[in-house]
């Protein structure tokens, strides 16, 4: 019986998969640095043969076709799909054999693009890699493609789903790429595994008919990050693996350089750490949250970065990372401490509580600002706060309160990142580091919508 590995890329939400026979292998979706595959094999004693790609995905890089070049294996791909490589096209009902003993069933599936694939492997316990169709309880979002098509591709969803739980036994294990944490999916779930029995109980595309079905997936859509405009036509060029190679090291007068030529600095270090002490005008974007989705969605595309880290091994975390959406290579690094990146005096910015926002309010006056999506604010706010999410701030800094003011997300992270940012153009800020949904109605500020 095959066996079925995923490969987690759980920064931005994703999972690509190695399915091997103890012999030869197959992977569905590789992420960019492919290195993760290829010693998953080696560790296994098996020989990739097959690259499977389910769509032209819109939120990371793909490692398929660096995969494919590195081990001689076939890269399957949509006939449909307009790319620039040499591929193995395939269509609806193609069967693909793998090895000996595996193998794996193309099905359409449109609905996250017009061209989407599913891939059934088949046997005693099957699996479909459903990609960005069928979810966990969820399904791929249909608007990445612009509005135009969004409702068409809903439909198509709905139809799509529909169609692999009409084709596939309930014992069938569904293997989706996105879902886990990856704003590709319409609505997040906090399942890991999955069956199409499952499913057929608990997914909207499932259990409800298709118009009930577009108009709760419609409703639901939010803002997805700006840097998946450049994803799909760097995928359709046949991109290369990731460049994990060291960038070069940087010295106190080259970081001064660098920030006044109007780089950016991004400290990659714990949120704590950063508001206690930081190089002026560095930004933080840590590696111990969603740093590339975050860094990716807010920085104008083809601006340098330097990394800044605690140790070279941080650094690294964070260049694989952005490598994975398309940021090839850091222009610089630095490690250690803030006192070896500068000579200045350090910056800090205070940390707070909901708590300590609802007294603070009772002595002097305070601006709030939410930087969480328009959806979240909409479901519940503190009275009297301004929204701006926080892909929106560069570009409306100018609507960001005088004085003092109380940066605040759902956890503290996208606080930080917005407060490094204010506190490099001027502003005087707190960073409120507090859970929204457990404390801001517990610590007696005025809610609406909650």
């Known amino acids: 019986m095959p066996t079925i590995l995923p490969v987690e890329t759980p920064s931005l939400g994703d999972r690509s998969y190695l399915v091997h026979d103890g012999e030869v292998a197959f992977a569905v979706d ?130 799509s789903a529909r ?5 596939l036994p309930d014992q069938t294990q569904v293997m989706p790429t ?54 799909g036509p760097t995928n359709a060029q046949g991109p290369s693996g990731a460049d994990l190679s060291a960038p070069k090291s ?42 590339a989705t975050y860094l990716g969605w807010l920085i104008p595309w083809g601006t340098p970065v330097t990394l800044l880290g605690d140790t070279p091994e ?8 952005m490598t994975r959406i398309g940021i090839d290579h850091p222009a610089a690094a630095a490690t250690g401490t803030p006192e070896d990146w500068t000579d200045e005096p350090l910056a800090r910015f205070e940390r707070a509580t909901f708590a300590d926002l609802a007294q603070v309010r009772h002595h002097r006056p305070v601006q709030i600002l939410d930087v969480r999506r328009a959806q979240e604010h909409k479901e519940s706010h503190i009275d009297g706060a301004v929204n701006v999410p926080i892909h929106e701030v560069l570009q409306r800094l100018d609507e960001v309160p005088a004085g003092e003011v109380w940066v605040h997300c759902a956890g503290g992270y996208r606080a930080s990142v917005v407060a490094s940012l204010l506190a490099a153009n001027g502003h005087r800020v707190v960073a409120v580091d507090d859970s929204f949904s457990e404390h801001a109605a517990t610590s007696g500020l005025p809610l609406v919508g909650a």
């Open 163 to 167: 169609r692999l739980a009409d084709l």
């Open 30 to 159: 590789p992420q960019r640095d492919i290195d993760r595959m290829l010693e998953l094999a080696a560790s296994c004693g098996v020989r990739i043969t097959h690259v499977f790609e389910t769509h032209i995905h819109n939120d990371y890089v793909t490692g398929g076709f660096a995969l494919a070049e590195e081990t001689g294996a076939a890269y399957h791909v949509n006939v449909e799909d307009q790319v620039a490589f040499e591929h193995t096209p395939v269509r609806d009902g193609d069967v693909i054999e793998v090895g000996k003993s595996m193998r794996v069933r193309v099905v359409h599936t449109p609905g996250h693009t017009f061209t989407h694939l599913s891939y059934v492997l088949e046997g005693e316990t099957p699996a479909v890699f459903s990609g960005g169709s069928l979810l966990f309880g969820s399904t791929g979002r249909p608007d990445l493609l612009g509005p135009d098509h969004t409702h068409t591709l809903a439909r198509h969803q709905h139809a």
């Open 178 to 231: 996105h879902g886990f944490g990856s704003f590709c999916s319409a609505t997040q779930s906090e399942s890991t595994s999955s069956t199409i029995g499952q499913e057929r109980h608990s997914n909207p595309a499932l259990t409800k008919d298709e118009q009930a079905y577009v108009d709760e997936i419609l409703a639901g859509l939010d803002a997805f990050p700006a840097y998946y405009a450049h994803m």
């Open 250 to 291: 940087a010295d106190k007068e080259e970081l001064r350089q660098r920030l006044e030529a109007g780089e950016w600095l991004v400290d990659l270090r714990s949120r704590t750490a950063f508001a206690a002490g930081h190089a002026p005008g560095t930004l933080n974007f840590g590696i111990d949250g969603q740093f």
């Open 314 to 321: 941080q650094v690294a975390e964070a260049q694989r990372e």
